[in-house]
């Protein structure tokens, strides 16, 4: 198994442009959400889904938009990028349910936004 | 709202010192506990997940303690070596939600 794959792992952006950050799992996880991380914050939800079909926000979710298509893929979608979106995203997926509930995550994707 | 504090923000221990790291939380209805570990530049790696019913879960070196009652968990590293160097992460999650609340972690630095 591949886990949680992310691309790009680096990305530069201007002001004003969008981008869709890819996420992928291969171990038929039903949960899958997406965080930022930045410096004296620590990781905060942005979006999450449990299942195909089915999103919901998180704490932060202005300025990005997802959907879940099938259950492997759960793209973010940044609609026109700002320099407060420069952060660490990291994508992760869990099953559902007692023991099973450990979280995977992705190595994450560096977004600087100028 | 739920909120989750790790402390100390920082520790520098010599190598094969017992450790402690804490971590607390200000509502006691989580659904469980996870302790995380972070790697500069690295995504996250699960360490221990403790369900809300658990007192403690281990694995190797680690332990992790849950007292839900009181708001506190606490992850135990037994003989540390310089490889465990790394940030430390605690988050919780809710019985009514399901996302993961985290704690700002806390950077351990183990020298030789």
């Known amino acids: 198994n591949a886990g949680v794959t992310q691309t790009p792992k680096f990305q530069v952006l201007k002001t004003g442009q969008s981008m869709t950050l890819q996420c992928a799992q291969d171990m038929n996880h039903e949960y899958m959400s997406w965080y930022r991380q930045d410096p004296g914050m620590g990781l905060r939800l942005i979006h999450y889904s449990v299942g195909a079909g089915i999103t919901d926000q998180g704490e932060v979710p202005n300025g990005y938009n997802v959907s879940r298509s099938t259950t492997e893929d759960f793209p973010l979608r940044l609609l026109s990028a700002a320099p407060s979106q420069t952060s660490v995203y990291f994508c992760?997926?869990?099953?559902?349910?007692?023991?099973?509930?450990?979280?995977?995550f992705g190595p994450g994707t560096r977004l600087l936004v100028l | 709202k739920q909120e989750v504090t790790q402390i100390p923000a920082a520790l520098s221990v010599p190598e094969g010192e017992n450790l402690v790291l804490n971590c607390s939380f200000t509502d006691s209805a989580i659904y469980n506990l996870q302790w995380f570990r972070q790697d500069p530049g690295k995504g996250l790696t699960s360490l221990l997940l403790i369900q809300s019913s658990q007192r403690e879960q281990t694995s190797g070196r680690l332990n992790a303690s849950l007292d839900k009652s009181s708001g506190r968990s606490t992850l135990y590293i037994a003989a540390s070596q310089p490889g465990d160097s790394a940030t430390y992460l605690c988050?919780?999650?809710?019985?009514?939600?399901?996302?993961?609340?985290f704690g700002k972690g806390t950077t351990l630095s183990v020298s030789s």
């Open positions: 988050a919780v999650r809710h019985q009514a939600g399901t996302a993961l609340i």
């Open positions: 992760a997926s869990r099953e559902r349910g007692g023991s099973r509930e450990t979280q995977y």
